[in-house]
């Protein structure tokens, strides 16, 4: 446990199917969502050891585990507070951040370069990448989902997780994909 500010956090890991996860937070929310690099992957999502968890931590751990293992139900799912110091301002990151979050859905995939059209500043392309590059919680709010305009990935985690945002990326379409022929077949 640590002090930020008047925040007592709390940790918790998690095996996941990207290797392990590292969970930080408060009380009143999530702060902090880490993916460990090198980290052994795992087909289910559980939390490593015992620890004790806040509401909202045990609420992002629900909604990862319901991302990763059921991602069509994703959305019937209350969302884990965030209380991350740059979620609660009013930056322009925090505004990139959150349209991100609002706009782009579910297996959607934008450009830095539409997604700094949406937030009405179509010039801010790199400050865009900027606010990808800091965003505390990754995952939830979906930066994976950025792409360039060449439609390449972009620098994951600095580029060392590339293959995490692949994975990703197939991850959601294959479900979207399996749930559109779910849906043909019943009609």
Known sequence: MSDSGSCVLRDVALCSPVGEILLSGCEKGVHTINIKLGTDKEESVHPVGQ?????????????????????????????????????????????????LFKEVGLGKTVSYKQLAEMIGNPKAVRAVGSAMKNNPVPLIVP?????????????????????????????????????????????
């Open 51 to 99: 620890s004790e968890m806040s509401p909202e931590l045990q609420r992002c751990v629900d909604w990862l585990q319901c991302y990763f293992m059921k991602p069509e139900s994703i959305s019937t799912l209350p969302l884990p507070a965030l209380h991350h110091p740059l979620m609660q301002s009013d930056s322009f990151k925090a505004h990139v951040l959150w349209t």
């Open 143 to 187: 930066c994976h989902r950025v792409l360039r305009s060449s439609g390449d990935s972009g620098l994951y985690m600095g580029g060392k997780g590339d293959d995490i945002k692949v994975w990703l990326l197939t991850h959601e379409k294959t479900t979207l994909e399996l749930n559109a022929s779910k849906s043909e077949k019943s009609i």
